[in-house]
């Protein structure tokens, strides 16, 4: 099935960046995305990728200040957070879908999933 194993993650002040990174070991990707979880809410849609294209798509919360990319050759998704406020934390997972189709925005679609890296900003 093949492993995401993310980076990156830690604490910020408000305003501040991060850029967390995912390597993966897995055969074939269509798409990577990035879902984040706060404690007691719902794992939440944050950006994904098409692994070939590289078409963005991003969730209301990311938009304008995040940035997904990913480089094939190194099998590494990014994700870059600016201007980041307090109810950005969260513990971030990486995903990756192998074919499975379906929402892009929706966890459903995405078979493989990463431990997390928390990302905590304070205010």
């Known amino acids: 099935q093949g492993q995401l194993v993310e980076s990156g993650g830690g604490e910020v002040q408000a305003g501040g960046s991060l850029r967390l990174s995912c390597l993966a070991s897995v055969e074939t990707i269509y798409t990577m995305g990035w879902f984040r979880q706060a404690p007691g809410r719902e794992r939440e849609f944050v950006a994904a990728?098409?692994?070939?294209?590289?078409?963005?798509y991003y969730g209301n919360s990311a938009k304008g200040r995040f940035t997904i990319a990913r480089d094939n050759a190194k099998r590494t998704l990014y994700l870059q957070m600016n201007s980041l406020k307090p109810e950005d934390t969260a513990v971030y997972y990486c995903?990756?879908?192998?074919?499975?189709?379906?929402?892009?925005?929706?966890?459903?679609?995405?078979?493989?999933w990463g431990r997390g890296t928390q990302v905590t900003v304070s205010s």
């Open positions: 990728i098409t692994w070939i294209e590289g078409s963005p």
């Open positions: 995903a990756a879908d192998r074919g499975s189709g379906g929402d892009i925005t929706s966890a459903a679609r995405y078979d493989t």
